[in-house]
């Protein structure tokens, strides 16, 4: 018996149901997509589901308290509790500028987290 | 009295992205007036990736988006005001606006963009009973006390309404340490983007319960639980359907508001069901040389089409200024029919039918295999087929040129004709 699994597409607005199943050779077969996109996606995430994280850390001497920070890419999806609490751990001080990577390969996933804008340092 | 070709009143992204667009058409002297002390909008407290894909090709975090447009001011010459409140706003485009620095000003405008944005729903708005405890906050409210302010607003945390803001905030709560206990929808369908429902809520097993809202608060200083009851298909709670849920903190996602205060104030119409308002397809208001663009106008999803709207508005401002625009002699108003909640611009010069028309507008339910027709009284102008709509994604249809020669009437209708409703 093939094992189903459904899934709603995250890649655009449209949301597809698609269904996974597996076949003889031990493959995902993807239906329900309307497009390549959804059906990669669908693919990655019965094989290696990611997404990309997003979070504030503090930072220090800046004309404002929190820096946003993001993934340079998707982080597996069983890592990203761990990944936030690294990331949490990092010390940033002013100026820091959109795009800045802050810290390279996360928990070995290959992952950078980058700084999502520009903050300027304070004058005080 | 300070004077200024263009003044926009709104940092934000329609703000920001309407000076861009004026001062490359030739506006002249252009301010920006923003309350907040930075550039940026909504965008700033926005951190999570989803924006650009349209303009930028790429998923782009609101704060990388923000900056982009900041960037991009430098070496243009647009003066930007920051912390200053715009007070007034009168007929004649005479601008009051205050600021620690500056004091109160007074600003006389060849033409003005209104780029304010919109504010939350709140609970005194919907009326939920109950005591006042503290730990209730709109999403948005919460969102920038956590990502600026780096406040941690809850432990155990219970959402009403799955609106993007709600499901984003059930996310970044519990990336945070907290506990989303729930997300409440009153409607039988979500109010957000299904891509939200599966990352924000099945990802970290967060219920979504359909057909359900808050009936009661419970906690004196602090809220403590929060009464959950099921709603019948008139939207009223079902007695013996309460359930209480154990928590400290109640997050409101119930709808988002155009801000007019000053549109109203200066005596400009208004559309009652945006609540943003009454636009042409330059973006101009009711007033010449007054425009609009951005929430302020319609509640957007995406800020990718707040960007297109606001160059819009900035184009035609900057033709406004260097009196390239005609006079408005008739409008064709759009009507929306069946099906459709509403329709922006509400009205067309009707002079300008000859171009391709861009009409954006929502449809009032979900819908399955429609054609989306417009009508010019019984005459079918034009159609399209849509295999699947919903309130919660703002839909957009263009008209071609000539599409709209010599109305029977002074309107045209879009409806939607259905396959199966949802």
């Known amino acids: ?124 | 009295m300070l004077h200024y070709d263009l003044v926009v009143i709104g940092g934000g992204p329609a703000g920001l992205a309407a000076a861009m667009e004026a001062n490359k058409n030739r506006a002249g002297d252009i301010l920006i007036l923003e309350r907040d002390s930075e550039m940026g909008g909504i965008l700033q407290q926005c951190i999570h990736n989803g924006f650009g894909l349209h303009i930028f090709n790429e998923e782009l975090t609101g704060p990388e988006y923000a900056q982009r447009f900041i960037d991009m001011l430098k070496g243009t010459g647009i003066q930007c005001k920051l912390d200053t409140m715009v007070i007034e706003l009168s007929q004649d485009k005479h601008i009051k606006a205050l600021n620690p620095v500056d004091g109160l000003m007074e600003i006389k405008a060849e033409a003005v963009i209104l780029a304010m944005g919109c504010r939350e729903r709140t609970r005194g708005s919907i009326g939920i009973p109950g005591k006042r405890p503290a730990g209730v906050f709109t999403a948005g409210t919460a969102q920038r006390y956590m990502n600026m302010e780096g406040y941690r607003v809850g432990k155990h945390v219970v959402i009403l309404g799955s609106g993007d803001i709600g499901m984003i905030m059930a996310r970044r709560l519990t990336m945070e340490g907290a506990e989303v206990l729930a997300v409440a929808e009153i409607m039988p369908f979500s109010a957000g983007l299904s891509r939200n429902v599966v990352q924000c809520l099945e990802d970290f097993h967060i219920p979504l319960l359909l057909n359900h809202t808050v009936t009661d608060i419970l906690g004196k200083e602090r809220v403590e639980g929060v009464v959950l009851s099921q709603v019948d298909g008139q939207r009223k709670p079902i007695p013996g359907t309460e359930v209480t849920y154990e928590c400290d903190t109640l997050l409101l996602s119930v709808g988002l508001i155009p801000e007019n205060e000053l549109s109203r104030d200066a005596g400009i119409l208004l559309d009652k069901i945006t609540q943003g308002p009454v636009v042409d397809e330059k973006m101009e208001t009711s007033i010449p040389g007054v425009f609009a663009c951005g929430n302020v106008v319609h509640v957007h999803d995406l800020v990718d089409f707040v960007t297109e709207e606001a160059r819009k508005a900035g184009r035609n401002a900057a033709k406004y200024i260097l009196g390239q625009s005609s006079e408005p002699m008739e409008f064709l108003n759009t009507v929306p029919g069946k099906g459709i909640r509403y329709i922006v611009p509400q009205r067309i010069n009707a002079n300008e039918t000859s171009v391709q028309l861009d009409l954006f507008f929502r449809p009032d339910s979900v819908y399955e295999n429609v054609k989306l027709l417009v009508k010019d009284q019984e005459k079918t102008i034009f159609e399209v087929h849509k295999k699947h709509v919903v309130p919660s994604q703002m839909e957009h249809l263009t008209l071609p040129p000539e599409a709209i020669k010599a109305p029977a009437a002074s309107h045209i209708t879009v409806e939607l004709e259905r396959g199966a409703e949802a």
């Not at chain 1, 690294?86 to 810290?103: F, M, N, R, S, T």
């Open chain 1, 1 to 124: 018996m093939n094992k189903t699994t459904r899934l709603l597409c995250i890649v655009c607005p449209m949301g597809c149901s698609m269904e996974a199943t597996v076949d003889q050779t031990g493959d995902y077969v993807i239906s329900g997509n309307t497009c390549q996109r959804g059906k990669d996606y669908a693919l990655k995430e019965m094989i290696h589901p990611t997404r990309v994280l997003t979070t504030t850390i503090p930072i220090r001497n800046g004309t404002v308290k929190r820096l946003p920070v993001r993934s340079n890419q998707g982080v597996p999806k069983d890592k990203m509790k761990e990944w936030i609490n690294e990331v949490k751990l990092l010390k940033i001080e002013a100026p820091v500028k959109a795009g800045d990577i802050l810290a390279r390969n996360i928990l070995d996933t290959g992952t950078d987290v980058l700084a999502s804008r520009s903050i300027g340092k304070a004058d005080f």
